[in-house]
């Protein structure tokens, strides 16, 4: 997913795989790295809403 991400930085699917794929796999700055990036992208608003708060959670849990 890193390799697409590179080659289509604003592809949302691509970037979204990327933050699943890190979150699945527990790799946390990955994670939230991929999440914030998909915040610059233009996304609904409810969507942006669940993704900030999955940012926080794991913040929270990489934190504690």
Not at 11 to 34: G, H, K, M, N
Request: hydrophobic share 45%; charged share 25%; proline share 5%.
């Amino acid at each position: 997913f890193k390799k697409i991400v590179k080659l289509r930085p604003t592809d949302q699917q691509a970037v979204f795989a990327l933050a699943q794929a890190a979150d699945s796999l527990r790799q946390t700055p990955e994670a939230i790295s991929a999440y914030k990036r998909l915040l610059k992208l233009k996304i609904d608003p409810t969507t942006a809403a669940q993704i900030r708060a999955r940012i926080k959670a794991l913040q929270g849990s990489a934190g504690g």
